[in-house]
């Protein structure tokens, strides 16, 4: 008999995986296209490594802490929560995958809002769950009894908002934890961009689990790093289905190093957030539609004085400026999103570049 290899679970076998964004090949790009920090992380990260490697990197034949046991006492003075309240991952992704294997599967539907981070679906659907999405309002706010009476076991709020941009305030945010008889996941990737969290509501309220990554605002993508702050009893059993040293001995260390360096954040997060201000009014002086921005990216229509904001306007001028090799990412699935250019906030010059395009496409 001939070997064969047996069919995917038929859940899987339906299944599509993450598209991420587009990383180019070869030098010469302006990468505004997914949300990476544009400036390199802190030193003390780098040294943190560099002491981690020395002898030879003998300590890289012992595996790290299996709980990220000093990573989540750095996560707690970060943010003033109890370690023991602090699951680490590797990536928030990590985390928000543990969240959905423990409390979602058959009968057990999660719940997002529509738009918003498109991994959640794909997560939900490798556990064989059923997602239920509730829109944003054409305001861009939340609609607190649609998300109460969604019938999900997790809802997952993303504040800010990607890929729109906007921030719901803590306010909005209790409400919706109040109201929803689940576990609220407020998947705060942006928040350290915005002028409030939810960090609060995670230490005071019963069904709120706050998720952050050192994606963004510490400049770590690549080193794969986030964490929960949940429920005393939700931390316990995401412990129990996560891999058992889900995060590397560099990657602990680092993080470590990058959550105690708060100097660095403060001058990065506020150079962010200039460039973000300074792009955002340029684009509205030019008559582009630009939606608020609390993160590190800025979600506008596009238009010219010959071409409205429409589907096709989004894509030529993505065409246009790919073409010149700024890369920024279209969301053509949603119609809060569809007319609209994402555009990653990127250094000063690669911010003036990125103009200085839209000046000449807005001229073709
Ligand atoms: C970038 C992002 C994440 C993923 O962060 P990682 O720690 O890199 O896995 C999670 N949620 C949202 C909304 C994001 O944009």
Same mark, same amino acid.
């Given at each position: 008999?001939?070997?064969?290899?047996?069919?995917?679970?038929?859940?899987?076998?339906?299944?599509?995986?993450?598209?991420?964004?587009?990383?180019?090949?070869?030098?010469?790009?302006? @990468?505004?296209?997914?949300?990476?920090?544009?400036?390199?992380?802190?030193?003390?990260?780098?040294?943190?490594?560099?002491?981690?490697?020395?002898?030879?990197?003998?300590?890289?034949?012992?595996?790290?802490?299996?709980?990220?046991?000093?990573?989540?006492?750095?996560?707690?003075?970060?943010?003033?929560?109890?370690?023991?309240?602090?699951?680490?991952?590797?990536?928030?992704?990590?985390?928000?995958?543990?969240?959905?294997?423990?409390?979602?599967?058959?009968?057990?539907?999660?719940?997002?809002?529509?738009? #918003?981070? #498109?991994?959640?679906?794909?997560?939900?659907?490798?556990?064989?769950?059923?997602?239920? @999405?509730?829109?944003?309002?054409?305001?861009?706010?939340?609609?607190?009894?649609?998300?109460?009476?969604?019938?999900?076991?997790?809802?997952?709020?993303?504040?800010?908002?990607?890929?729109?941009?906007?921030?719901?305030?803590?306010?909005?945010?209790?409400?919706?934890?109040?109201?929803?008889?689940?576990?609220?996941?407020?998947?705060?990737?942006?928040?350290?961009?915005?002028?409030?969290?939810?960090?609060?509501?995670?230490?005071?309220?019963?069904?709120?689990?706050?998720?952050?990554?050192?994606?963004?605002?510490?400049?770590?993508?690549?080193?794969?790093?986030?964490?929960?702050?949940?429920?005393?009893?939700?931390?316990?059993?995401?412990?129990?289905?996560?891999?058992?040293?889900?995060?590397?001995?560099?990657?602990?260390?680092?993080?470590?190093?990058?959550?105690?360096?708060?100097?660095?954040?403060?001058?990065?997060?506020?150079?962010?957030?200039?460039?973000?201000?300074?792009?955002?009014?340029?684009?509205?002086?030019?008559?582009?539609?630009?939606?608020?921005?609390?993160?590190?990216?800025?979600?506008?229509?596009?238009?010219? #004085?010959?071409?409205?904001?429409?589907?096709?306007?989004?894509?030529?001028?993505?065409?246009?400026?790919?073409?010149?090799?700024?890369?920024?990412?279209?969301?053509?699935?949603?119609?809060?999103?569809?007319?609209?250019?994402?555009?990653?906030?990127?250094?000063?010059?690669?911010?003036?570049?990125?103009?200085?395009?839209?000046?000449?496409?807005?001229?073709?």
């Amino acid at each position: 008999m001939s070997a064969k290899i047996p069919a995917a679970n038929p859940h899987v076998a339906a299944m599509s995986p993450y598209v991420p964004g587009e990383q180019p090949q070869g030098g010469g790009w302006v @990468k505004l296209n997914t949300n990476e920090n544009p400036y390199p992380p802190s030193l003390r990260s780098l040294e943190a490594i560099r002491v981690a490697l020395l002898n030879d990197g003998a300590a890289l034949r012992l595996y790290p802490s299996p709980d990220s046991a000093p990573l989540r006492e750095a996560v707690a003075r970060f943010h003033g929560f109890a370690a023991a309240r602090v699951v680490a991952g590797n990536g928030s992704d990590d985390i928000l995958n543990l969240i959905i294997r423990a409390y979602a599967g058959p009968g057990r539907p999660i719940g997002m809002l529509n738009p #918003s981070y #498109s991994l959640y679906p794909v997560l939900a659907a490798a556990q064989a769950a059923e997602v239920v @999405k509730v829109e944003v309002t054409e305001q861009l706010s939340v609609d607190v009894d649609a998300i109460a009476q969604c019938g999900a076991t997790v809802f997952f709020l993303t504040n800010p908002n990607a890929p729109l941009g906007v921030a719901f305030t803590p306010d909005v945010v209790r409400a919706v934890a109040k109201a929803f008889p689940g576990l609220l996941v407020v998947d705060e990737a942006y928040a350290s961009f915005a002028d409030a969290d939810c960090v609060a509501l995670a230490r005071e309220l019963p069904n709120v689990i706050v998720t952050r990554t050192l994606s963004k605002a510490h400049a770590l993508a690549g080193l794969r790093v986030g964490y929960a702050l949940c429920p005393a009893g939700v931390a316990e059993v995401l412990h129990r289905v996560r891999d058992s040293y889900n995060v590397d001995r560099l990657a602990q260390v680092a993080a470590a190093a990058a959550l105690d360096d708060r100097e660095w954040l403060d001058v990065t997060v506020a150079q962010v957030r200039a460039t973000r201000e300074r792009l955002a009014a340029a684009l509205r002086k030019l008559g582009w539609q630009v939606n608020p921005a609390a993160g590190n990216f800025v979600l506008a229509a596009p238009v010219s #004085s010959t071409r409205a904001a429409s589907v096709e306007t989004s894509a030529h001028c993505f065409e246009f400026l790919r073409a010149r090799k700024i890369l920024v990412r279209r969301f053509p699935h949603h119609r809060l999103t569809e007319k609209s250019l994402r555009i990653s906030v990127g250094t000063e010059q690669e911010t003036d570049v990125f103009l200085q395009a839209v000046a000449a496409w807005m001229e073709g």
